[in-house]
């Protein structure tokens, strides 16, 4: 009846002996009805059952009202009570060694969780390193002392009965823990606020690790493209085609080998640079802003410098190897026609000089004067060739050959040599002419052989020069030409045979002549140096030169014929290459407006799309192979395509940023939609409305557009005074720089901040004060008994010192801390 009275609150009346049954029903009755009306159901418990003493019923009903009133309003993140309950203890005990609460018989039975949760909340209570698992009636004996003594928790159970039972009650050990939980229910608001801080604090830590990480990256990537440019800028010529072509080389393997990890990186730089700017959004930060030079703009004009300057060195080192190989052609051509020239001219210094017209007879004498007029008509047929030598070598001193001076040097000799023929030439004329009235006679026929002697050796000396005329061609038409020519020129050969025939039948007539009228020829045409001998053998030399020529231009249209096969092929694959990375740029812009679905499913798609894309890497490969093969066959141009290789890399690498820029910004609205809330048919229904209003698929608004947009979702942004200054008020937070466009990550941001709830400055702030026992300031000791010691250290870190008037020795100032983190002051 006394448990009654104290449940019930009321004072039941004692009953007379005669009535003692009655009275006692009587009295039950009034205490069940209570407990009813307390909402506790009590099943198969009637008043007469304890009255009559049933031990059983009575405790079912005890153990009711005990789970009633002690135990049921206990709730840990939303768990039932007995679950909740175990939850509160197991965070409890975590910390400490030997402890594994997991139910509420066997986890109790050595004493040490009852120690550990009276040692969490008052450790100067319990000695809890000096506990030992081995001695559990010790522990338990100790614990209910110390709850009985300090926490006015009675002593409920019996440490002998707890150790000698093989399953202690569970119901009694809950009743017991209940007692502890509301004795530390007080603590349990300063645990909720330590996880407030530390949530806080660890997005704080992680947004900081990646400005540092984005910090580094971008160091390195703006180093290397500082050490590239001056090196692509270098425009130090060299002296020959291999060392161009080993510059040309080593251009290759920095766009094969180490520009593309650079591209990764810059690409992989933007996407953290994304992520991080989305994850302080949504964490209700300020945006990050790098250090000087290193913003993302600074490395994007670092890169179209570096690009610049690549196009530019490119360009440089072919036309240095066209302007070399053209250097190497015209000295060749230089050194040929000089060695001809010095041929001829040596010894004709020496018979100018000649004074054999002193002692000679008058029809010697008329020899000589033929002979000089034939001399004379040869220096004429000449004067071409010393032309054509020195307009080579001006040409090679505008082309700024290496070996210029050299050249100069043999040229200047061979201008002077002439200028000296020149000269001597006229004094003997002079001299000759002076005796030529004491000269009769002449041999017509040997005048007329040295006459038609002479031009026709010089066709010959032409003709083995220009079959010995070396020859650069870039094309299968211009060979073609070339063996046109030639074959042009060997149906002139018959021509050529019948006049080298006449020529050499004057002088056998004259021969003929002098052998008939018995006339002794004094040695050899007195009017020529041409003998029939020369005129033979120079005409055997050109019919040597003829065969081999035809050897050297075949060689020649072979070559071209590979080439334009080389072309060919390149066209071929580029003609398919090109249209496909531009049809994927535009199905790319397509997929990311028509994308449907979850959004994990949109990523899937975009990375399975992406697949795809890097799947399709071994053309670009085979086209890089057959490029290398046209450049190092030094073709310099291709009518069969409009497509080259830089226009393919560029493309390439385009559509690689490009859709891994999409992946990042679903990836962006995914991380949006798990940290504010947004159900996915939120996000489905914004993503719609954007679509819907976004008429030209640009993945961007103009404001009539987005004003559309905010009606159709329900905003009052009509065309009224009070509808223009809302509208205004929401485009400064969309489109804070006014560029006149809204992006969907910023009407997503928009949406997510009018839809759901973040944490502030001011929440973080009453939490700090509630681990602070509400003062104004916190101390270290307090800072590492609530958090965990990575985060407790953190705070200590940076936490300024406490100003106040109520200031003691270490107090920190929690509130200015709070407020740095959310970009309202300086941390």
């Not at 153990?63 to 965070?91: H, M, N, P, Y």
């Not at 000296?420 to 041999?443: P, Y």
């Not at 004094?522 to 020529?549: D, M």
Request: proline residues 3%; negative net charge; glycine residues 4%.
């Amino acid at each position: 009846m006394l448990l009654l009275e104290v449940i019930s609150g009321e004072r039941l009346p004692k009953p007379e002996r005669g009535k003692m049954r009655v009275h006692k029903i009587n009295n039950v009755n009034k205490a069940l009805d209570f407990i009813a009306s307390k909402g506790v159901k009590l099943v198969s418990i009637g008043a007469e059952e304890i009255v009559d003493g049933n031990a059983k019923m009575t405790l079912g009903m005890i153990w009711t009202i005990i789970l009633r009133f002690a135990i049921q309003d206990i709730s840990v993140e939303e768990t039932s009570a007995k679950e909740g309950l175990l939850l509160w203890c197991q965070r409890k005990t975590a910390p400490y060694k030997n402890v594994n609460v997991q139910n509420f018989h066997i986890s109790w039975k050595d004493g040490l969780a009852f120690n550990a949760l009276i040692h969490r909340h008052r450790p100067e209570l319990i000695e809890y390193d000096k506990l030992r698992k081995d001695d559990p009636v010790t522990n338990l004996n100790n614990a209910f002392e110390v709850a009985e003594k300090y926490l006015d928790i009675p002593k409920m159970l019996d440490a002998e009965d707890i150790v000698g039972t093989l399953r202690p009650d569970e119901k009694a050990i809950m009743t017991y823990v209940s007692c502890f939980y509301h004795a530390f229910s007080g603590a349990q608001k300063a645990e909720t606020a330590a996880n407030r801080i530390c949530k806080v604090l660890a997005v704080n830590q992680e947004n900081e690790h990646l400005m540092e990480d984005y910090e580094k990256l971008a160091s390195d990537l703006l180093e290397w493209i500082k050490r590239t440019i001056p090196w692509l800028e270098d425009r130090s010529p060299q002296k020959t085609i291999q060392e161009m072509q080993q510059k040309l080389e080593d251009f290759r393997d920095y766009r094969r080998v180490h520009k593309p990890p650079k591209v990764q990186e810059k690409c992989q730089l933007e996407i953290n640079f994304n992520t991080l700017q989305t994850k302080l959004r949504l964490s209700n930060r300020p945006a990050f802003m790098p250090s000087e030079g290193r913003m993302v703009s600074d490395i994007n004009t670092g890169w179209q410098h570096l690009e610049q300057a690549e196009k530019g060195y490119e360009e440089w080192l072919l036309n240095e190897i066209r302007r070399l190989e053209r250097l190497d052609h015209l000295a060749e051509k230089f050194r040929q026609k000089a060695s001809i020239h010095e041929a001829w001219t040596e010894g004709k210094e020496a018979m100018l000089k000649q004074k054999d017209y002193e002692a000679a007879t008058l029809s010697d004498i008329k020899a000589l004067i033929r002979k000089h007029e034939a001399f004379e008509s040869d220096l004429a047929a000449h004067q071409d060739r010393v032309e054509q030598i020195a307009a080579i070598a001006q040409e090679l001193n505008e082309l700024d050959y290496y070996d210029s001076p050299s050249v100069n040097a043999r040229c200047q000799k061979i201008c002077d040599q002439w200028d000296v023929l020149g000269s001597l030439t006229h004094s003997r004329r002079e001299a000759l002419e002076k005796t030529e009235k004491q000269l009769e006679t002449i041999d017509e026929l040997h005048l007329e052989y040295a006459k038609r002697a002479a031009p026709f050796n010089n066709w010959m000396e032409s003709a083995m020069e220009d079959l010995q005329d070396m020859f650069i061609v870039h094309t299968i038409e211009e060979i073609e030409g070339l063996i046109a020519a030639h074959d042009q020129f060997k149906s002139t050969l018959p021509d050529a045979d019948k006049e080298r025939e006449a020529i050499l039948g004057i002088q056998r007539e004259a021969q003929r002549i002098a052998d008939f009228n018995s006339i002794k020829l004094a040695g050899n045409n007195p009017y020529t140096s041409v003998t029939p001998q020369i005129i033979n053998s120079k005409w055997e030399r050109v019919q040597q030169l003829v065969p081999k020529r035809d050897h050297a231009l075949q060689d020649e249209q072979s070559k071209q014929q590979s080439n334009e096969h080389l072309r060919r092929q390149f066209a071929s694959q580029a003609n398919i290459v090109g249209p496909w990375i531009q049809t994927k740029m535009e199905e790319i812009g397509r997929i990311s407006i028509e994308l449907h679905g979850t959004l994990e499913a949109q990523l899937a798609q975009l990375k399975q799309y992406e697949q795809s894309i890097v799947d399709y890497k071994p053309n670009i490969d085979l086209l890089e192979q057959q490029h290398q093969l046209i450049q190092e066959a030094l073709i310099f141009d291709n009518k069969h395509t409009n497509y080259t290789m830089e226009h393919i890399r560029v493309g390439w690498e385009q559509l690689l940023t490009t859709i891994a820029r999409t992946i990042n910004e679903v990836e962006n609205q995914i991380l949006t939609r798990d940290a504010k809330g947004i159900s996915q048919e939120q996000m489905q229904e914004f993503r719609a409305s954007f679509n819907h209003f976004d008429k030209d698929h640009g993945g961007a608004l103009g404001p009539e557009e987005f004003k559309a947009c905010l009606i159709s979702l329900g905003y009052d942004v009509e065309n009224d005074r009070q509808g223009d200054a809302e509208f205004n008020r929401i485009m400064s937070v969309v489109d804070p720089n006014n560029s006149g466009i809204v992006t969907f990550q910023a009407f997503i941001d928009f949406m997510s901040r009018e839809t759901t709830d973040t944490d502030t400055a001011d929440q973080v702030i009453a939490s700090f004060k509630v681990l602070a026992g509400d003062k104004n300031y916190i101390t270290a000791e307090e800072l590492r008994r609530e958090l965990p010691p990575e985060q407790a250290e953190y705070c200590i870190a940076r936490m300024a010192p406490y100003q106040g008037p109520d200031a003691v020795p270490g107090a920190l100032d929690y509130k200015s801390f709070s407020t740095a983190l959310y970009g309202e002051s300086d941390l």
